[in-house]
């Protein structure tokens, strides 16, 4: 008797032992793993922040970072299914593939302010020797872009419309990564690029490179980067869309907080800087990457508010350089339900 009794207790706590595994288990389970893509700027730091921070974790999110050189690949991989969420500008793959209902924009991310350091328009010394001293002087000169289609090919054409030259009359020069660009600019192989201040104002203190002006000047309350997702995501996996916009809202407002606004004190900022620099200029030493971070500080909107007023204006760009179909609508590119639009 006494060892069946024995016996007894042993299975039931056995029976014990896994139902609190299993219990304990259960948010282990319920985590969904994202593949989250990004780009090793400072203006994704909304990610990071919400990774660093246990802000994914907290909303049962499991996320891998899948980091990309360019806006254009990233919309093909979350069409694909290989990215599940990206944050990164509008491309003209982007709208192809949301117009064939593989894609929707949900969110916006990186804001131009006024007020803050934006992205800034560089020339090399060689262009700025020979004249090109404002943007008004561009016309006929080359400008590097990563792709036709690019957030730099339509900073390049709102620049040339603002000063009244057709866009023809900048000569773009698809040069596929930014790094790439970088050395065409500082060898004087193109003439001018634009690109955010983390990048431009580290190029412009060197003696190859100079800045002659500011995007927000052309394109006033610019949603440089957005929040998108597959359109299957949008509609048939809302819960999740809505979790990663809430995590990534609170990374965004811990950002904006220590490093634009600069409410949240010295010693959170430094806090912001370091955590940043897991991601961002890593192989530098944090002496030397620290003052490129800060200055790359530009605003990622409040709660993922998304400026459908300007991603109108750069689908209407798109589509009278050809690049995608005039049939193409506004909500065929965005789902207005996850956020705050204006």
Known sequence: MRGQSLKRRSVL???????????????????????????????????????????????????????????QPMAVAIASGDVHVGVTAISGGLINLAKKGAIKVVGGALHEEKGIDGQMILVSKKAYDAGVT?????????YGITQAGSSFHYMAHKIAQKEGFPG?????????????????????????????????????????????????????????????????????NR??????????????????AALVDKTAGAEEAEKMVKLIHKYVYTSRPYAKAAPSIRNGAMRINKNAALNVTNVRDQLQWFQSEGLVGKDVTIDMLVDKSFVRTY
């Open 134 to 142: 404002s943007p008004d002087k561009l016309k006929g000169r080359t």
């Open 13 to 71: 706590g056995f029976a014990a032992g896994f139902m609190a595994i299993a219990i304990g288990g259960e948010v282990a389970l319920a985590a969904d793993k994202i593949n989250v893509g990004a780009l090793r700027f400072t203006s994704h730091s909304a990610s990071f922040v919400a990774f660093e921070r246990e802000y994914f974790k907290n909303n049962n999110l499991d996320v891998t970072f899948k980091f990309f050189q360019a806006a």
């Open 168 to 236: 023809s009359e900048i000569k773009v020069k698809p040069l596929q990564k930014v790094g790439a660009i970088i050395g065409a600019l500082k060898s004087g192989q193109i003439d001018a690029w634009s690109i955010v201040p983390h990048i431009a104002k580290a190029l412009s203190k060197g003696p190859a490179v100079v800045s002659i002006g500011k995007i927000t000047d052309y394109i006033p309350d610019y949603q440089v980067t957005t929040v998108f997702t597959s359109a299957k995501n949008a509609s048939q």
């Open 239 to 256: 819960d999740l869309v809505k979790r990663f916009l809430a995590a990534f809202s609170k990374g965004a407002a811990d950002f904006n």
